[in-house]
């Protein structure tokens, strides 16, 4: 019964992470982004300083400040690779920001970390924003994807007629992360290929 028992829990392990592996291999087929895909070895020690440590690096020709993304929407970005791993600063980390827009009204401004969740700074006073919708990236910083999901506007404040405070509810379960991919090349940031065809018209 226990080797039964055990032979179940293996079982279940790898369904796991071939469903997981699936979903990357979903997403690395449909974005026009190149990706290569990482495991996620260790996570940081520190609750204001949020990071993870992905088993991929120089070697595999990755750099500070390459994107690092999940299908569920945004992680982080290589902050310090060595040859066989590298550090990633989690999108919630304090330090961290990254430009955003609301995919309903167009509203800008600037996604940062608080250590738990996200917060959108910068939003202009005469800005359409509602509670629910969700919040994509820019692409305005240079290294993140432009149209990657980053979360949804979980609550918001005015003061003096001026957004004081707009949560995000983060669109990725950060304590759950096993696999992610990293964007190699920004060249295609926005989906858009060279000769000015849409990835779709390209394929």
């Known amino acids: 019964m ?30 026009a982004l190149e990706t290569t895909a990482a495991y996620v070895i260790a996570g940081g020690a520190s609750p204001d300083f949020r990071t993870v440590t992905i088993d991929k690096g120089t070697g595999g020709g990755l750099k500070p400040d390459m994107a690092v993304i999940s299908p569920a929407g945004v992680v982080g970005r290589i902050i310090l690779p060595t040859t066989r791993a590298a550090k990633v600063q989690l999108l919630i980390d304090r330090d961290a920001a990254a430009g955003a827009v609301t995919e309903r009204a167009r509203a800008q401004g600037v996604i940062v970390g608080t250590g ?4 959108l700074d910068h939003v202009p006073g005469t800005a359409d924003i509602k509670v629910g919708d969700r919040v994509v990236t820019s692409g305005i910083e240079g290294i993140y994807p432009k149209g990657f999901e980053i979360g949804q506007i979980e609550s918001i404040e005015r003061r ?21 991919l990293v ?10 290929l060279d000769d000015g065809r849409s990835g779709d018209e390209a394929r």
């Not at 979903?23 to 974005?31: D, I, R, V």
């Not at 957004?163 to 509810?169: G, K, P, T």
């Not at 964007?183 to 858009?192: E, H, I, M, R």
């Open 116 to 119: 738990t969740s996200l917060r």
């Open 183 to 192: 964007v190699l090349t920004a060249s295609n940031l926005a989906g858009v």
């Open 160 to 180: 003096a007629g001026e957004f004081s405070a707009v949560i995000i509810r983060p669109a990725v379960d950060f304590s759950s992360l096993e696999a992610v």
């Open 2 to 31: 226990a080797q039964l028992r055990i032979g179940l829990q293996q079982e279940r392990a790898l369904a796991e992470q071939s469903r997981m592996l699936q979903q990357l291999l979903g997403m690395k087929t449909e974005t």
